[in-house]
């Protein structure tokens, strides 16, 4: 299954006559079954045979793009499923010469048109704004005539500006002008030129134009123009305005003083323009007219050419025999296809008309072959976040077979959430119905990433779904979807459903305790004052974490406890299945060394601690805690909690062991009998709370039974003096009995004291039975295997080669002794050096001891991922929502909290939170998992297909 390794690949060499190789080759892209191989890597470019080819169609492609650009200008599409028949690539090519030089001319001429209108229009500008100009100066009594040459003539500007105001016109003014349209952003900058330049003596009126107009330098540009004229006085400032008005981008244009002379060049450019906008417009037809008859065929010549082009550049790796005028091609192929190649072959010469048939050779070669999988849709997302770390080794296993699995289950881990991970869900679901109709979008980089990744969100949404029931949030809010929860409060128990029945007798008010209690079938096992034999468990919530947990004070602890282990747990198994590859790898290849040496002592070492590390934490789970008991200091015995059966003068207990019933806090009220006998130490519910019961055990031989019950420790553990209260005192005298309750052992202490303490584990840290043994063993195991895993194999692999070498100079003495004058033979040897290979053991074996501490370490991510992102949600829940929502009372404050809280689950859970889980995701697949047996040392294979044209022509966008 090429899933699981790599496809089995062949060096084929072909043999293809001149006249069917393009042939031959286009039949061959069509199905993408061989890589060749660049035979002529000694030449430059230049120097290959189909060189001008592939010129020719990089300048077809240039044409094509150019004639594609207008098109997208002219706003025109073209039709879809139309078949269109490409021509000869040489026609084609002088086809496209020739209307490329066309269109270019046609349009070079439209421009110089287009220009010419846009400087008509900014002059009817002109002349209508400076007709307006001209009127207010003539109302103010300013006359106009040509600039004095004479620099020492002057006038006086400010008679234009003072003639409203003082009533009077001022005569005998003579100014000359400067008309013209100018950007209006450069207005201002212009003005404080003029100003400086002309020491004040001008008057610069200015009018921005309503709608944009085009640049008459740049008609493909919009740019916001305004109307000017500056009045001044003499020759010398007309120079200097020129000169400045030329520097800003401005156009010029001329604007009589006379009313009638201003009407008669009106009425000239709106003819000009009527003229031009005519011929404008037929000439824009024209052009679309041209590009409407090849718009349905540009897509097709481009595809055609970008083919032809990949056709030539393969060809350009081929060796050409000028003795039997054939060419010489080799190439990677998977042995799978080699049917369909042969069929390939023989198509392309009866295409070609060809008379002799292309040869078909399998090469024997010690080159590496690339690597290739055939990876269903859902897989190739995961293939490529494996290939961006490094293509796999030839026929080595691939991650992504697992991975494709466990990357979307351990995002899912941290990023457990029914909300969130439904939305995700969802969105894949929709980039994988609407695939084929989003296909022509995967080209863009931002949304061709979450496209080509669409299964893999998909997956991943569901195992955060998954994860959420588990964790039991939906947007940080938990439900009890799967029935009530297993927690009691008195307080909260308001329909009495889950009080204890025996409560009452007990002396305790549960309906006004704070106190929450686990919901027990105690009814059923002990009822009216007489015990059914039946054994009291726990009612636990269905599935996923109690919603009880919610809003207490240890929430926390009690979540953390769970996630960090499972962290621990995920981490474990998941470094175990990395060594297990090493494993696959070991057999296919058959590297008995590496097996042996290698796997088998890693495989020791990480499962010696880690793996026992895990076996501790199931263990703990699976263990009832309150049934669990330190007997006389000495053993862990378990008490499942079942009410003793006895009779009415409560002496005789008929089943052990088991727990006794509800009774009096005080021994004193109970007169003689069993009971009365006990001592002390033993009244377990010493003080005035009592309990359900005791726990009570028959312990000892027929000749010195004892009938021990539970001690109370509570602030006196005298009884877990390891001198006095032992099994030996025990059978002499019942008051050195003891048994009292075991607490869960710390797994962090465990650890730790298994290194510090080596062979002791006290009782009540107990989990299995025969611990500090167990211990003593797997540290020695893990010791020794260190050292397996450093010598052995550097040192056989040197033996092995001395051994191949001494082989090598006897084979080469018994050929030399029938030869004259033959050589030493020492040739052809494969170089060992057994320092450099030490060292590399060396390396290896150090970053694997390391590497398990620090990698196991480092899946404690998913639990602190985990958390943040729970807290993030649940704060961002009652920060918005809860207390200034609904706490307002305001149906619009209600809205606006709600419209908030969806942006920060949209913007930072939805967005941030998850591109920070898929890297966390990255990182334990690339590093704790992949570096356990991974090599990526591999090279891709790229075959020559039609279908993947921007890999052979190494281009993009193609």
């Known amino acids: 299954m090429s899933q699981f390794r790599s496809e089995e690949m062949c060096l084929v060499q072909l043999f293809i006559q001149s006249e069917a190789a393009h042939a031959t080759l286009q039949e061959l892209g069509k199905g993408g079954s061989i890589q060749f191989k660049d035979l002529n890597s000694d030449?430059?470019?230049f120097q290959r045979l189909f060189v001008q080819d592939v010129r020719r169609c990089d300048d077809m492609s240039r044409i094509l793009r150019l004639l594609k650009g207008m098109t997208e200008s002219e706003k025109m599409k073209p039709r879809p499923n139309n078949e269109v028949e490409v021509e000869h690539l040489h026609e084609l090519h002088d086809q496209l010469v020739d209307m490329e030089k066309e269109l270019k001319d046609h349009t070079g001429s439209m421009q110089q048109l287009?220009?010419?209108?846009?400087?008509?229009?900014?002059?009817?500008h002109v002349l209508r704004e400076g007709a307006q100009w001209f009127q207010q100066a003539y109302s103010r009594g300013v006359s106009f005539t040509a600039p004095q040459t004479d620099p020492d003539q002057g006038v006086e500007l400010t008679g234009m500006e003072e003639g409203i105001t003082a009533g009077a016109p001022r005569a005998g003014s003579v100014l000359g002008h400067i008309a013209g349209c100018i950007p209006t952003a450069n207005i201002f900058d212009m003005s404080q030129t003029l100003f400086r330049a002309t020491r004040g003596n001008m008057l610069l009126k200015h009018e921005e134009i309503n709608a944009p107009m085009y640049d008459p330098t740049k008609p493909e540009e919009e740019v916001a123009k305004?109307?000017?004229?500056?009045?001044?006085?003499?020759?010398?400032?007309r120079i200097k305005i020129d000169k400045i008005v030329d520097s800003y981008g401005a156009t010029k244009y001329r604007l009589p003083e006379q009313v009638p002379q201003q009407d008669e060049i009106v009425k000239q450019v709106d003819e000009r323009l009527k003229d031009l906008s005519m011929v404008l417009e037929k000439t824009r037809d024209y052009r679309r007219g041209k590009l409407e008859n090849i718009l349905d065929n540009i897509d097709p010549w481009m595809l055609h050419v970008q083919r032809e082009k990949a056709v030539f550049h393969t060809l350009n790796m081929f060796n050409y025999?000028?003795?039997?005028?054939?060419?010489?091609?080799?190439?990677?192929?998977p042995t799978a296809d080699m049917d369909n190649v042969r069929d390939a072959l023989r198509q392309g010469t009866i295409r070609s008309g060809a008379t002799v048939q292309t040869v078909l050779n399998v090469v024997k070669t010690r080159e590496t072959p690339p690597t290739f999988f055939r990876n269903a849709k859902i897989a190739q997302g995961t293939q490529s976040i494996v290939d961006a770390y490094g293509m796999a080794r030839y026929q080595e296993f691939n991650p992504a077979v697992f991975s494709v699995i466990t990357f979307p289950f351990l995002f899912g881990v941290m990023f457990g959430d029914i909300g969130h991970g439904f939305m995700m869900a969802m969105t894949g679901v929709l980039l994988v119905l609407y695939e084929k109709k989003l296909e022509h979008l995967?080209?863009?980089e931002m949304f061709g990433t979450l496209y080509k990744g669409r299964y893999n969100i998909l997956l991943m949404g569901i195992f955060a779904t998954y994860s959420g029931f588990i964790y039991n949030?939906?947007?940080a809010v938990p439900l009890e979807i799967f029935g009530d929860t297993a927690w009691c409060s008195g307080e909260l128990d308001h329909s009495n459903s889950c009080l204890d029945p025996n409560s009452a007798a007990m002396g305790v008010n549960v309906t006004t305790s704070l106190q929450k209690w686990m919901r027990r079938d105690i009814e059923s096992a002990y009822h009216d004052g007489t015990s059914t034999g039946k054994e009291v468990v726990w009612e636990v919530y269905p599935f996923g974490t109690d919603p009880g947990w919610?809003?207490?004070?240890?929430?926390?602890n009690s979540v953390n406890s769970f996630k960090m282990k499972f962290a621990i747990c995920a981490g474990v198994v998941q470094m175990v299945a990395g060594v297990c590859c090493k494993l696959m790898n070991t057999l296919y290849f058959k590297d008995d060394l590496t097996m042996y040496f290698v796997y088998i002592p890693e495989m020791i070492f990480i499962n010696s601690i880690f793996g026992y590390l895990v076996l501790l934490i199931l263990i703990k789970w699976t263990t009832n805690w309150d049934t669990m008991f330190i007997l006389n200091n000495e053993q862990v015995v378990s008490i499942p909690q079942r009410y003793c059966m006895f009779s009415d003068d409560h002496k005789a207990i008929t089943n052990l062991p088991c727990w006794t019933p509800p009774f009096e806090y005080d021994r004193a009220h109970v007169a003689g009998g069993f009971w009365d006998r006990l001592p002390e130490h033993m009244w377990c519910m010493k003080g005035e709370t009592p309990t359900a019961g005791c726990a009570v055990m028959e312990w000892g031989s027929k000749d010195a039974k004892r009938m021990i019950v539970e001690s109370n420790v509570f602030g006196d553990n005298t009884v877990q003096n390891l001198e006095t209260f032992t099994g030996d005192n025990c059978k002499n005298d019942i008051n050195f009995c003891s048994l009292w309750k075991q607490s869960p052992p710390s797994l962090l202490d465990s650890l730790i004291k298994m290194f510090m303490e080596i062979g002791f584990v006290p009782v009540e840290n107990q989990i299995i039975a025969g611990q500090g043994g167990l211990q003593v063993f797997l540290i020695f195991i893990a010791f020794v295997s260190v050292p397996t895993l450093l010598f052995p194999k550097p040192l056989l692999l040197k033996k092995r080669h001395e051994a191949t070498q001494h082989q090598q100079l006897h084979d080469d003495h018994d050929s030399d002794d029938g030869a004259h004058g033959g050589g030493g033979g020492h040739g052809g040897h494969g170089e060992f050096e057994f320092g450099e290979e030490m060292v590399h053991q060396m390396i290896h074996t150090i970053e694997y001891v390391l590497g398990c501490i620090s990698n196991t370490a480092s899946y404690l991510r998913l639990w602190a991922l985990s958390l943040a992102h729970a807290q993030l949600s649940e704060?961002?829940?009652?920060?918005?929502?809860v207390e200034i929502g609904l706490e307002s009372g305001g149906a619009f404050m209600l809205f606006v909290c709600i419209t908030a809280w969806a942006c920060f689950t949209v913007g930072v859970l939805m967005g941030m939170e998850s591109l920070s889980a898929f890297l966390h995701a990255l990182r334990l697949h690339w590093v704790e998992f992949m570096n356990k047996f991974y090599h990526g040392d591999g090279y891709k294979f790229i075959p020559f297909s039609f279908s993947n044209l921007a890999a052979i022509l190494g281009e993009e966008g193609v």
């Open 875 to 881: 704060v961002f829940w009652e920060k918005t929502v």
């Open 43 to 45: 030449k430059s470019a």
């Open 442 to 444: 995967a080209n863009d």
């Open 473 to 475: 949030e939906l947007f």
């Open 114 to 124: 287009l220009r010419q209108k846009i400087e008509l229009e900014e002059h009817r």
């Open 226 to 237: 305004s109307v000017f004229v500056i009045f001044f006085s003499g020759e010398r400032s």
């Open 550 to 556: 919610a809003h207490t004070a240890n929430k926390l």
């Open 321 to 333: 025999d000028v003795t039997h005028k054939c060419l010489i091609a080799e190439g990677w192929c």
